[in-house]
């Protein structure tokens, strides 16, 4: 009777629990079997445990004992005829003693602190490994250089080189797409190259990266915010003309010493945030750029003069025919745009009473110029007649009008003409009569 009341009460549960999580819209996940195995590296006996997924392959790998292994350390990728696929948190923490690491290709994921204080670590193949948690690598100090493959599709969320002081190389391989979160923070990177495959640097890609100095972006297509974050020894860095798409928010957080961004020729958008907390002081936006974001030098706090020319469109369109004063939000009370006369950027200028200087010919009378709308062509512009507006002018136009004879000039002469030749009509026929008498 006790039994069936305890059976009875036992699928009330189960029932109840599977409605709450159907009705949260969450799954009830049950604790999976564990299972062992063992085998010999280098000489000692390693304990693994391991459970098996849904499509009967190996994951969360764990060394029970890996404190007591040497050397160099090849992970097994197939345990009784099954896919090792995921090695487990902490599967190889304080593994002080290994000094290589091979990953088996079928591993897709090494999950958080999985080789933690392993601090005579020195050589490291993650095979065709896929993601890489938090912390993979914290405290291998003695890890100075690494490949990342070109199957890697998904960074941590934190930092995977924690406190690897001694890395000096990463190296990243041909065909890699995506460049992940904290790739280099804590490490003493200097340079890095990205391959040409890749098109997007993910949020925080290199940030922390303290020790960066020099950076070539490959054939890059966007940028997330933050993936500079903090990288307070760049001091230079180029943008390719491939770039489509800005972050959302900085892209140089901190990078207080970062002096110099050059703009590729080809390039066709400015993104926002492009120097905010940078020490940029001058920028030239090529002939190719047609797009300026909104926000793209807002917080640019040390930006005197941008040069902007005449094929740019569009400056600080945010949605839908929607043009902010956000593009240069913050910035130095001495900032000053160079451009044409009757461009966007002079219109722009105007309209937001910052600073410009014309680059081309100037018109005299300013009260007669056309077109002289706002940015977006549906608001009027009121010129400013602010004598802080400096306007290059070219004396030789001037000199050239003063030179040719205006029409009340002509006027004059050819009156001036005519009775000189009345007077001598009168007068001469005169004097000719008194002489002959």
Do not use: W
């Amino acid at each position: 009777m006790k039994n069936k009341k305890s059976l009875t009460l036992s699928l009330i549960c189960l029932a109840i629990i599977a409605c709450f999580s159907t009705f949260f819209g969450t799954s009830v996940i049950f604790a999976a079997d564990e299972y062992t195995y063992s085998c010999n590296i280098n000489g000692i006996t390693a304990n693994f445990t391991y459970n098996l997924n849904e499509e009967n392959k190996i994951e969360n790998l764990k060394c029970t004992n890996s404190i007591e292994l040497t050397g160099n350390v090849t992970i097994p990728g197939l345990i009784e005829g099954k896919e090792v696929v995921t090695i487990g948190d902490n599967a190889f923490k304080g593994a002080s003693n290994i000094t290589g690491v091979v990953v088996p290709d079928s591993v897709k994921e090494i999950k958080n602190n999985s080789f933690t204080d392993c601090t005579k670590l020195k050589d490291v193949n993650l095979g065709k490994i896929e993601s890489l948690s938090f912390d993979v690598f914290k405290n291998c100090t003695a890890l100075t250089s690494i490949k990342i493959p070109n199957t890697l599709k998904q960074g941590a969320v934190s930092k995977i080189f924690t406190n690897c002081s001694n890395l000096t190389n990463i190296t990243l391989e041909d065909g890699l797409t995506v460049i992940p979160s904290y790739l280099c923070a804590d490490t003493a990177i200097t340079e890095i190259t990205v391959p040409d495959s890749v098109k997007t640097i993910e949020d925080d890609a290199f940030a922390d990266c303290t020790k960066l100095k020099d950076v070539n972006l490959g054939k890059i297509e966007s940028l997330s915010f933050d993936v500079f974050k903090n990288c307070t020894a760049l001091t230079s860095i180029k943008i390719p003309n491939t770039l489509k798409q800005g972050a959302v928010s900085k892209i140089f957080t901190n990078c207080s010493n970062l002096t110099n961004i050059t703009l590729e020729d080809g390039l066709t958008v400015i993104p926002s945030y492009l120097c905010a907390d940078t020490a940029i002081t001058e920028i030239t936006i090529p002939d190719s750029v047609k797009t300026i974001e909104y926000s793209a030098f807002e917080d640019c706090t040390n930006l005197k003069k941008i040069t902007i020319l005449d094929n740019v469109d569009s400056i600080g369109f945010f949605g839908i025919n929607k043009p902010t004063d956000s593009v240069f939000k913050n910035h130095d009370e001495d900032l000053t745009i160079y451009c044409y006369r009757d461009s966007i950027a002079a219109k722009y200028a105007i309209k937001y009473n910052i600073k410009y200087v014309y680059l081309d010919k100037p018109i005299i009378d300013d009260s007669k110029a056309e077109d002289n709308k706002d940015v977006n062509n549906n608001e009027q512009i009121i010129e400013d007649s602010n004598d802080n507006n400096e306007q290059v002018l070219d004396n030789s136009n001037i000199n050239e009008q003063s030179n040719n004879p205006k029409t009340g000039d002509v006027t004059f002469y050819i009156l001036g003409i005519l009775i000189l030749a009345v007077a001598g009509c009168t007068i001469v026929p005169m004097c000719l009569r008194k002489e002959i008498k």
